[in-house]
């Protein structure tokens, strides 16, 4: 049984993917330049990927990049709600 104080630390403690995030988007950055660059049908293929004015592939990414801060929105509201009116959340 873990004491609050290492809950706490484990809760505070980044993630690998957190930590180094800033070197993940640099990467994803020059990826993305080097694509366009050498590979210019694939920005043409992917702008044809439209529905009216809506970019499905710029869609989708931007609820898998937002999925996450819901969720996360979402278990806070659970744990506020459990501490408030002492009811058991399971998860």
């Known amino acids: 049984m873990e004491t609050s104080e290492e809950h706490t630390k484990k809760e ?3 993630g690998l993917w957190e930590k180094y995030l800033t070197l993940w988007i640099a990467i994803c950055i ?3 330049l080097l694509v366009g660059r050498f ?3 694939f ?3 992917m702008d044809s990927l439209k529905f009216r004015q809506l970019s499905i ?3 989708i990414l931007l ?3 937002m999925y996450p801060t819901v969720v996360g929105a979402r278990e806070e509201l659970l744990k506020a709600r459990t501490i408030m009116f002492g009811e058991r959340v399971a998860g």
Do not use: D
């Open 57 to 59: 592939p710029i869609g």
């Open 43 to 45: 920005g043409q293929f």
């Open 12 to 14: 505070l403690s980044l």
């Open 30 to 32: 020059v990826v993305g």
């Open 63 to 65: 609820f898998f990049m």
């Open 39 to 41: 590979l210019p049908e």
